[in-house]
T-cell receptor, first 110, second 112 residues
Framework: KQEVTQIPAALSVPEGENLVLNCSFTDSAIYNLQWFRQDPGKGLTSLLLIQSSQREQTSGRLNASLDKSSGRSTLYIAASQPGDSATYLCAGPRWGKLIFGQGTELSVKP | NAGVTQTPKFQVLKTGQSMTLQCAQDMNHNSMYWYRQDPGMGLRLIYYSASEGTTDKGEVPNGYNVSRLNKREFSLRLESAAPSQTSVYFC???????????FGPGTRLTVT
């Protein structure tokens, strides 16, 4: 059974810091992992999708890695900005359906 | 390109009433999903449709029914609403069951 856990639940950093969000999953047979962003009262926006054959994906200041052997994925945000404040969720597949973590609520202070 | 659209945005129902949440996507995606999001519970899959003509239960299907009307549209029906169904409902779609997931803006439903 696939379970997805995100730590920490909340994170507050000053503007400009580099930061790492963590996601762990129990099923090492995972074939991809996705990261999403959710702003308050809004839907989820897909940020990155990493296939199991890849180790990382990059989009602008975001870099996501996937380590199947350890059951972990990380989302690295470089030079954080107040506009990065949101909840970040990771999701992994179970029987073709995505199972979501609880999310990390990020606050970037000016 | 509208992506995934949902109607209505907000709805208040009394216990026992019925309603249908509508979802449509214009990305020619094969797979569509309904999730609910509750504080402390995260996002949970209600039903999904891997391709046109098929539907399957997710984690929390009780009290709901779905219809994949065509490739574009996937509706969620509450036959007899209960307060436990108060939630934010999200529709999503992907090219295939392993593809990138695109979400709609959500429907905020309150059952009194």
């Amino acid at each position: 059974k696939q379970e997805v856990t995100q730590i920490p639940a909340a994170l507050s950093v000053p503007e400009g810091e580099n930061l790492v969000l963590n996601c762990s999953f129990t099923d090492s047979a995972i074939y991809n992992l996705q990261w999403f962003r959710q702003d308050p009262g809004k839907g989820l926006t897909s940020l990155l999708l990493i296939q199991s054959s890849q180790r990382e994906q990059t989009s602008g200041r975001l870099n996501a890695s996937l380590d199947k052997s350890s059951g972990r994925s990380t989302l690295y945000i470089a030079a954080s900005q107040p506009g990065d404040s949101a909840t970040y969720l990771c999701a992994g597949p179970r029987w073709g359906k995505l199972i979501f973590g609880q999310g990390t609520e990020l606050s970037v202070k000016p | 390109n509208a992506g995934v659209t949902q109607t209505p945005k907000f709805q208040v129902l009394k216990t026992g009433q019925s309603m249908t949440l509508q979802c449509a996507q214009d990305m020619n995606h094969n797979s569509m999903y309904w999730y609910r999001q509750d504080p402390g519970m995260g996002l949970r899959l209600i039903y999904y449709s891997a391709s046109e003509g098929t539907t399957d239960k997710g984690e929390v299907p009780n009290g709901y029914n779905v219809s994949r009307l065509n490739k574009r549209e996937f509706s969620l029906r509450l036959e007899s609403a209960a307060p436990s169904q108060t939630s934010v409902y999200f529709c999503a779609s992907s090219a295939g069951t392993t593809g990138r997931l695109y979400f709609g803006p959500g429907t905020r439903l309150t059952v009194t």
